[in-house]
């Protein structure tokens, strides 16, 4: 077998640190790890301060990553630097935690400016203890997902008894006690190992579109800052 030697990051958009969610998560990383040549790195968003965007276009007009200088910022740079990402949140009501949501919501800059999303490889995981609305929770996060590349892989688990159908109580080691959720979380690892592998193998070789066809998550293409003019709110071609 070709060594190829990848980093998968993982992110527990939780509040609640060393909760059912940061299990679930580094779960996952636990068995990207026993794969040769995979590194991990686990990111807990419990006691992070990640502020939501204000749309400030601060970013949009210097071209630049979001000027507030808090936690997100420095996750967004490490998602930069993975070749896969394992996106997790628990299941509230009916939709994802919003975590996640307000972490992507700083991102534009590479969006519009870069090329640094769009191949990443990316799993969805969440985890509830009803047992119900993980299915919201999947589509939210996987739309989120979309932004960095494509998502191979879900998973859900639940924290209490109504993983087997019975009246809802707390499982004595939480999502752990879930073995087909575990299962299906082992298997995102798994994915989104094989396909990060596939992606960096073929990027290293040089397999890659040309320039002149590479675009950014948004259709667009990246354009020198000085052929460029801010005009309106809008970045325009020099005439």
């Not at 909760?19 to 990207?32: F, I, R, S, W, Y």
């Not at 996640?100 to 985890?127: A, D, M, P, Q």
């Not at 932004?147 to 999502?175: D, I, K, M, N």
């Not at 950014?216 to 005009?231: L, W």
Request: charged share 25%.
């Amino acid at each position: 077998m070709i060594p190829v030697n990848i980093k998968v990051l993982g992110i527990s958009g939780t509040p609640i640190k060393d909760g059912n969610c940061d299990t679930m998560v580094q779960e996952a990383l636990k068995t990207a790890a026993e794969i040769e040549g995979v590194e991990t790195e686990f990111i807990t968003m419990a006691g992070k301060r990640v502020a939501l965007c204000q749309h400030c276009q601060w970013c949009i007009e210097n071209r630049s990553p979001c000027k507030i200088k808090d936690h997100g910022r420095t996750i967004l740079s490490k998602m930069t630097e993975a070749d896969g990402i394992i996106l997790g949140a628990p299941t509230w009501n009916v939709k994802a935690a919003p975590l996640i949501n307000i972490l992507i919501s700083r991102w534009r800059y590479y969006h519009f400016f870069t090329h640094e999303f769009g191949k990443k490889i990316v799993g969805v995981l969440t985890v509830g203890f009803l047992n119900e609305g993980l299915e919201g929770a999947l589509y939210d996060l996987e739309i989120l997902g979309r932004g960095a590349g494509p998502v191979v892989a879900r998973g859900w688990a639940c924290a209490s008894t109504a993983a087997f159908g019975q009246r809802p109580v707390y499982l004595e080691h939480g999502v752990l006690d879930d073995p087909a959720g575990m299962a299906r979380v082992r298997n995102v690892a798994i994915k989104v190992v094989e396909f990060a592998r596939m992606i960096r193998y073929a990027i290293d070789a040089g397999v890659e579109l040309p320039d002149e066809y590479k675009r950014t998550f948004r259709g667009a293409r990246v354009k020198e800052k000085e052929k460029k003019i801010f005009v309106n709110g809008v970045w325009r071609d020099k005439q």
